[in-house]
Each structure stands twice: as structure tokens, then as C-alpha cells.
């Protein structure tokens, strides 16, 4: 059964710094992974897939990585902004349905 | 249009009541997903449905009942919930399947007295 851990749970950090959140996974026969955004009490908002078969993404601001044979999975974000400031959540796709991980809460202090 | 909308966002319902949540969406996905999601949780897989035929339940009790009457829409039939069914109901859609980009829904926040 795969199993999605997220760490820090929680992360605060100053305005304009760069900063690192990790996704580890238990099972590495995935489709994809995907990183979303939530905001309180709202949706969910995707913010990059990444196929089995690829390395990273990136989009704007934010560059994701995946590296199947370790687990693992970084969503880096560059130059915070207090705009930034949400649960981050990685979601596998594989051979069930998405499981999604526990979510890290970011804050970004003006 | 890269929207899913849901209706209603917020609902208070008793636990005699039969209620209807509804999502709709008009990017020509056909999988829709119902989500349930409690407070600091991620989100738990209910429904999905795949060319309007119910694909996944994943053992959802017999009160919440969803319905696919087309490509485009989603019902969640809600009939003597519990209080413990409080929680941010969200529905998703893709374009064809499960291991595509989804797309969510704002949600329906629930509280059930």
C-alpha cells in the first residue's frame, strides 16, 4: 500500500527567502506525482505533474523533482512571497487511486 | 473554461434532512471524483465516476448516495448524515482517468447538527 510522508509539517520562513518542501513515497511504481496548493477552508489547486518518467518540472516561481528509485520528491519555491503562504500537498498517482500526503503549512512573513 | 464549480459552498443540514450537493464542469472531462476532507486532513477518496458510470467506491456509507446524470455534473445525495460527517466535501474531474492532472472544485463546507 503506498504511503505519502511529508516533511516539515509545518514551516515558516521570512519573505524572499528560498525554501524546500519534501514528499517521500513508500511504493516507486508510480504514474505521476502531482503538487497542489490549498488555501483554508478552500479547493484544491494543481501546480505541477510530474510523469513517471520525468526528472522535474518547473513553473514560474516553483520547480519540482522526482527521483522514483529513492522515493522522493522536492517542491522548491524561490524568493517567497506572504502570497505563498497555504498547505502544500504532494498526491501519487499509481495503481490505486491518488494518495495524497499529510500536507506541509507554509508561512511566509512579510 | 478550466473551472470546476460546486454549490453550494457552505451547508447546515440536521440529521432527519435530505440535502444535494452539486459540481459541474465544462472542460470536457469525463472522470468525475467526490472527495471528503476533515480539518488539517488530506483528502479522502469517496467516488469516481468514469464516462458517467460509477468506477470506485471506496466502502462510502449508503447515506451519501452520488449520482453522474451527464458528462458534465455531479450529485452527492446527502440522507441522514451524521455529525461526524461534517466536513469540506470536494469534487475533482480529469480528463479521462485516474492518472491524469485533476482539477478541484472549491467545495461545499458541511456542518451537520
Redesign the interface.
Known amino acids: 500500500k503506498q504511503e505519502v510522508t511529508q516533511i516539515p509539517a509545518a514551516l515558516s520562513v521570512p519573505e524572499g527567502e528560498n525554501l524546500v518542501l519534501n514528499c517521500s513515497f513508500t511504493d516507486s511504481a508510480i504514474?505521476?506525482l502531482?503538487w497542489?496548493r490549498q488555501d483554508p477552508?478552500?479547493?484544491?489547486?494543481?501546480l505541477l505533474?510530474i510523469q513517471s518518467s520525468q526528472r522535474e518540472q518547473t513553473s514560474g516561481r516553483l520547480n519540482a523533482s522526482l527521483d522514483k528509485s529513492s522515493g522522493r520528491s522536492t517542491l522548491y519555491i524561490a524568493a517567497s512571497q506572504p502570497g505563498d503562504s497555504a498547505t502544500y500537498?504532494c498526491?501519487i498517482?499509481?495503481n490505486t487511486?491518488?494518495v495524497?500526503?499529510?500536507?506541509t503549512r507554509l508561512s511566509v512573513i512579510a | 473554461d478550466t473551472e470546476v464549480t460546486q454549490t453550494p459552498k457552505h451547508l447546515v443540514m440536521g440529521m432527519t434532512n435530505k440535502k444535494s450537493l452539486k459540481c459541474e464542469q465544462h472542460m470536457g472531462h469525463r472522470a468525475m471524483y467526490w472527495y471528503k476532507q476533515k480539518a488539517k486532513k488530506p483528502p479522502e477518496l469517496m467516488f469516481v465516476y468514469s464516462y458517467e458510470k460509477l468506477s470506485i467506491n471506496e466502502s462510502v456509507p449508503s447515506r451519501f448516495s452520488p449520482e453522474c446524470p451527464n458528462s458534465s455534473l455531479l450529485n452527492l445525495h446527502l440522507h441522514a448524515l451524521q455529525p461526524e460527517d461534517s466536513a469540506l466535501y470536494l469534487c475533482a474531474s480529469s480528463a479521462t482517468g485516474l492518472n491524469e492532472k485533476l482539477f478541484f472544485g472549491s467545495g461545499t463546507q458541511l456542518s451537520v447538527l
Open positions: 504514474y505521476n502531482q497542489f477552508g478552500k479547493g484544491l489547486t494543481s505533474l500537498l498526491a498517482s499509481g487511486p491518488l495524497f500526503g499529510k500536507g
